[in-house]
């Protein structure tokens, strides 16, 4: 089972942008599909983007042209570069790994962004 830790969260400006990392325990190119997720005060956990074995991308509408998903196999690491950050972007941003049946979580990282 793999384990995942997220990093790269923090307090910014609007407009300003922020790349985060989540880095797994074991090697990630037979991870069936990795997203990064995020939950807002007082919301429900959303996908922000996500990314399957074979490379193919998906966004939610409201994050489309400003984030980017990526992921390096040599550093067992998935990215989410988030450029033109808004207020409602404010969250804390989780990563989670899908093997077959099983979900795995990381611990989330908080994003604040000030108008």
């Known amino acids: 089972q793999v384990q995942l830790a997220e990093c790269g969260g923090d307090l910014v400006q609007a407009g300003g942008s922020l790349k985060l990392s989540c880095v797994a325990s074991?090697?990630?190119?037979?991870?069936?599909?990795m997203g990064w997720y995020r939950q807002a005060p007082g919301k429900g956990r959303e996908l922000v983007a996500s990314i399957t074995k074979g490379g193919s991308t998906t966004y939610v509408d409201s994050v489309k042209g400003r984030f980017t998903i990526s992921r390096d196999g040599v550093k067992k690491t998935v990215y989410l570069e988030m450029n033109n950050l808004q207020p409602e972007d404010t969250a804390v941003y989780y990563c989670k790994a899908s093997v077959v049946w099983v979900d795995t979580w990381g611990q989330g990282t908080q994003v604040t962004v000030s108008s």
């Open positions: 074991r090697d990630i190119v037979t991870i069936d599909n």
